[in-house]
């Protein structure tokens, strides 16, 4: 066991508490705390220029935006989605009453695979709930072609995806909504927060109503609407986050650059690839927000997966393994017919042998270069 402070698999972003200072002052002097007040409209305004989006609806948290987001278009019956995300993901679905539909990833890109997409539809299907995962795109333009021929609608949770851009703009743009999160453990965080991104005027009122419990004025409701809003803290951190972003997505890419290069002859690791690697169709312009990590732990490899991990902990290096389990294995889906194990095979291969490594600005070049070292000497086994 070593006495080195330990290093986890992220660490929060944070400018200077001085440089807070301004801002709190300001929301003492207004004493508007919360219900859309100066920091929530200049984040909404801010976020929609530095994303290069249109409309943005901001929330308290990422998971009540994709809750909402399945309201605000409707969505009934039956939603195709991934087991290899968040749990938050499918989770979103089952509060509104929907049934989940597992469909298997495409091996490489760890997506939603279009194929499996088009073989899961029924006539119950209504919508598809894609992930970005990692922050690497979808293969957008096979997902809308089938939504466009069956009616369905998209909902991208881009929770990984904030900033990522392909060569027409913001990743954000593609599908009827895109959600984004800004947990404490994103790339741009607001403590809590999240948004949904939408494509007009219209739906974003209708957003906004329901993430304040569907009121419309002072004497109207107009829908079951849920406590969604953001407050003015968080919207104004986000507002001081942003002036660093740039620099902390900059420092991500020599970090995974850094890995990359580490990590390039050491057999039976795989460093799941970039996305303009894995296909995307124009990478010219492509630019990605190095959200994570990942590395995938081959059966040429001298350990297993869980060693590896169990060998990283004992150094004090907490690698984590974003996706195990898948969500399709979490008691509450389980028991669905696609939730089986020979539906979901690719997923289930990368689930046993992904682990992210530790990614975050701060990241020192010492402890890259350690946590590398340790993943290269296969002969080490944990303590
Ligand atoms: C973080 C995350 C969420 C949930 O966001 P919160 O802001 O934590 O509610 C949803 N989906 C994915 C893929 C995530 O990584």
Redesign the pocket.
Known sequence: MSNRKPIYVTQPQMPPLEDFYPYLEQIWENRILTNGGPFHQQLEAALCDYLGVEYLSLFS???LA?VTALQALRVTGEVITTPY??V??AHSLLWNGIKPVFADVDPVTLNLDPQKIEAAITPQTTAIMP?HCYGHPCDVEAIQRIADNYNLKVIY?A??AFGVRDAKGSILRHGDLSVL???A??VFNTF???AIICPDARTKQRIDHLKNFGFVDELTVVAPGINGKMSEINAAFGMLQLKGIDGAIARRKEIDARYRALLAGVDGIDCHAQALDAGANDSSNYSSNYSYFPILVGPDYPLSRDALYEKLKGEGVFARRYFYPLISDFPMYRGLPSARRDNLGAAATASSRVLCLPMYPELAQADIERIAGLIADQRRLPA
Do not use: I, Q, R
């Open positions: 948290n990422g998971t994709l995300s968040f938050a993901t992930v949770d929770a990984h999160s800004f947990h453990t994103k809590e927060g999240g």
